[in-house]
């Protein structure tokens, strides 16, 4: 069983405020089980206590550029790199007291929240680890911005930035989160603004505790006075930045996260989903995993294909098997994303997805179904043909395929299937294969 985890001593920080220029102490405390994230205001009387919660979330139109929560008048600004810490480090219990109405800048990035963290020590609670688990679809969009999360069995997320701008052209980053990924990829990533834009802020009372050391400036030749630590440092923020605002669910999320252009409102607009169907399966009892398929047959996640099949990035075009009945059928599901390597020359200026790949998915599918059986594993399953291949619709990026194999004929050497792949419940592609099972 997984447990909660909480810090395991006090440890503190101080630095100033991003957009409010104001002194800021911050200090971190361990917190009972099931008590969540929790900010208190200790230099105001009675030391009000805010939950970082959805709930708590300001309108963002009034809290521009960062993500804030509070009630009534008393708030705290600027929590989203401290919160994307704590879903790295997996801490769902802390008391964090504060000072001032914003959490210090720092050097622009999540590093050294990340690092007094880790030096005050992580220790388990005896409560069980709660998850939400994704279970369909669910996206918001605004012009041309949006964001989707698909169920998954872990925490993702797959990000597009693009803009006009000669220096923040298209960036892509995709990202499985893990402790040390987050130390290494994401957590160093700073802040960044245009040029025209800060003094934009400035003139609207924000920014003053901004500097050329703590927000990578874009102007139109380049990082004004400063380096990047990343090629891509942009669209890595904009996932660090993403992490944090889910966090304000209150327990860590299984799903994969598809955004494109999206920014702090945007994100919010997607958790606010999220929590509407967290709600609604509370009520209704709801604790299965993220896909529910009923009781024929069985589930297998990536580490259980890598076992069955050969393939490997960037071939392998199955992300989960929902369901594998010996012999008779299987389904199973490729996530498809604007990071596949395949959209680099297919098509660049309108990504659609090989039919030929379509087509291998459902194959990698029924070779699953095949190569499964105890007396064929280790074998090789082998294309001998494919009749009455037929493609209805196009795949885009963010389309998720279900893949359904039938079995027509299946002996010791050869097998022939019926396939069929499918997005939101309408056909895009069909065809009859047939393999050779081959000793390796």
């Known amino acids: 069983m997984e447990y909660q985890r909480t810090i395991q001593n006090e440890v503190s920080l101080e630095g100033i405020g991003l957009h409010t220029g104001n002194k800021v102490r911050v200090r971190f405390k361990p917190a009972m089980g099931n008590s969540g994230v929790n900010f208190i205001r200790v230099d105001m009387p009675d030391k009000p206590v805010i939950k970082a919660h959805i709930g708590n979330v300001i309108d963002l139109a009034t809290r521009p550029r960062r993500t804030s929560v509070g009630k009534q008048d008393i708030e705290v600004q600027t929590i989203e790199h401290v919160m994307a810490s704590l879903v790295c480090l997996g801490i769902d219990n802390i008391t964090i007291e504060i000072d001032s109405n914003e959490f210090p800048g720092l050097d622009g990035s999540a590093s050294p929240f990340l690092e007094v963290l880790r030096k005050a020590g992580i220790r388990e609670i005896e409560e069980p680890k709660k998850y939400f688990r994704i279970r369909e679809a669910l996206w918001a969009e605004e012009d041309d911005a949006s964001i989707v999360i698909l169920p998954a069995d872990d925490f993702k997320i797959s990000y597009t930035l693009s803009y006009s701008h000669p220096i923040l052209k298209a960036q892509y980053v995709s990202f499985v989160m893990s402790e040390e ?20 802020l400035r003139v609207q009372g ?6 050329y050391e703590n927000t990578l400036v874009v102007g139109e030749g380049g990082i004004v006075r400063n380096t990047l630590r990343y090629p891509d440092e942009f669209a890595r923020h904009k996932v660090l930045d993403l992490m944090g605002d889910l966090y304000l669910l209150g327990i860590p999320i299984k799903g994969h996260v598809i955004a494109i252009k999206s920014g702090h409102p945007l994100n919010i607009k997607l958790l606010q989903k999220i929590y509407s169907h967290y709600l609604k399966q509370q009520e209704a009892g709801i604790k299965s995993p993220a ?10 996640d990536i580490n259980a294909i890598h076992r069955i099949l050969p393939h490997r990035y960037p071939f392998l075009l199955v992300d989960r098997i929902l369901e594998l009945e010996e012999d008779k059928h299987a389904v199973g599901i490729k996530n498809v994303t604007i990071n596949d390597q395949f959209f680099l020359g297919h098509f660049p200026q309108r990504p659609l997805m090989p039919g030929v790949l379509i087509v291998e998915a459902m194959a990698q599918v029924a070779g699953v179904l095949m190569l499964s059986k105890p ?13 009455k291949v037929k493609f209805r619709k196009t795949v885009v990026p963010g389309d998720q395929l279900r893949l359904d ?17 499918v997005v939101d419940d309408q056909l895009v592609a069909e065809a009859e294969l047939m393999f050779s099972l081959v000793e390796v």
């Open 405 to 421: 194999v039938e079995v027509v004929k299946l002996r010791s050497k050869t097998g022939q299937v019926r396939t069929k792949a």
């Open 206 to 211: 924000l920014g003053k505790g901004a500097n």
């Open 291 to 300: 896909y529910q398929v009923g009781s024929v047959g069985r589930q297998l």
């Open 181 to 200: 990924g987050f130390e290494k990829e994401i957590a160093p990533s700073r802040t960044f603004c245009l040029e025209a834009e800060a003094e934009k």
């Open 375 to 387: 007396g064929n594993a280790g074998k090789l399953a082998y294309f001998m043909s494919m009749d």
